[in-house]
């Protein structure tokens, strides 16, 4: 009897976790009101790609992207990875700029890789706006953006200041970050909308029961793995990225993910 509840134990528990693996890219759609748009506007973002390969062209990606047609497409960072050939990041610019306009921050990954100034020159020859401490203002509409907080605390403070200082209240504010978990930073800084990714999902979710168990810089059963988050009167938008993590490491119930913001 011992013998075959054991069995079964184990078949349950190996279903469970392959059942729980997908490298199928998932769409999560949020939705922000706010007096300060004039017009419907659609966000793209793309964070945690870390160079991963999705056919020929990024076509698998790109076809997400292109079924919802965003105005924009916003990188919050790490879309280079500082281990993997940054091939298929490029085939992604190469095909992402063709169609929309693309706002680009650092993550920790892409600090790592020696060389940043070069790196970010890359990325500007695609087309891409690269956002370290500036802000593109547009109409009602200002997008800023810091480089990651692993580049040091006085830069990347020094970053956060000057975009806070270049934000006007009449503008819809958007600052693309890296890391979720500096939230305190953020909402002291007057924007209307943070965009962040770094936690992965938390790496192993179970929905509606655990959004997250681990990730980096937050830990066990992190607060900001993933979703929207309302802090005072600043929306924080957390993407659980769109990195395929290897067989040592999966994603558990935790797809990629590639998120659509709609600001109306």
Known sequence: MLYIFTAVLLTLILLFFALGIDNNITVTKYDIKSPK??????????????????????????????????????????????????????????????????????????????????????????????????????????????????????????????CSNTIESKHFNILLSHRPERVCDYTNCNFDLVIAGHAHGG????????????????????????GKYTINKTVLVVSRGLAKENILIPRLYNPPELVIININ
């Open 37 to 162: 748009i004039r017009r419907n506007l659609k966000i793209a973002v793309i964070s945690d790609l870390h160079s991963c390969d999705y056919g020929p062209n990024q076509e698998l990606l790109m076809d997400k992207i292109n079924n919802h047609s965003p105005d924009i497409i916003v990188m919050p960072g790490d879309i280079i990875d500082d281990k993997r050939p940054i091939d298929k990041t490029i085939e992604f610019f190469q095909e992402i700029t063709k169609l929309y306009p693309c706002y680009y921050t650092t993550g920790n990954h892409e600090i790592r890789i020696d060389h940043l100034a070069y790196l970010k020159n890359v990325i500007k020859n695609h087309g891409i706006e690269v956002l370290d401490g500036k802000c593109s203002i547009c109409n009602d509409l200002s997008i800023c953006g810091i480089d990651d907080f692993e580049l040091g605390e006085e830069v990347w403070y020094s970053q956060l200041n000057a």
């Open 203 to 226: 790496q192993w979710r179970v929905p509606h029961i655990l959004n997250g168990l681990y990730s980096p810089n937050q830990g066990l059963f992190p607060k900001y793995a993933g």
